[in-house]
Nanobody, 120 residues
Framework: QVHLVESGGGLVQAGDSLRLSCVAS?????VGWFRQAPDKEREFVAG????????FYSDSVKGRFAISRDTPKNTIFLQIDSLKPEDTAIYSC????????????????WGQGIQVTVSS
């Protein structure tokens, strides 16, 4: 069993940066960050392996998003730079036993999600 808790969201202005955190308890799984904007499907944005050595991203966020992992603390970070209003969404971290997955249906454990709102 894995329990995930996100933090670090809030209301920011366009152009700002934000760092989201996901604290995972239990065994170290591969972790992904997803987001869901109003009236849209949940989409994958970034993932990282259980050792923290191999990050991967969706094409839509490459260059602005950076995922990292503090392995001893089992905490996964999502750094978002140059925020845009279209980044407004609920961001969730999730854990999976399978590597390199961007399909939300392959993730077994989910955090409660955290709101990020970007004003223009």
């Amino acid at each position: 069993q894995v329990h995930l808790v996100e933090s670090g969201g809030g209301l920011v202005q366009a152009g700002d940066s934000l760092r989201l955190s996901c604290v995972a308890s239990g065994r170290a799984y591969h972790v992904g960050w997803f987001r869901q904007a109003p009236d849209k499907e949940r989409e994958f944005v970034a993932g990282i392996t259980s050792t923290g050595s191999q990050p991967f991203y969706s094409d839509s966020v490459k260059g602005r998003f950076a995922i990292s992992r503090d392995t001893p603390k089992n905490t996964i970070f999502l750094q978002i730079d140059s925020l845009k209003p279209e980044d407004t969404a609920i961001y969730s971290c999730a854990a999976t036993k399978m590597k390199w997955k961007n399909n939300r249906h392959l993730y077994d454990y989910w955090g409660q999600g955290i709101q990020v709102t970007v004003s223009s």
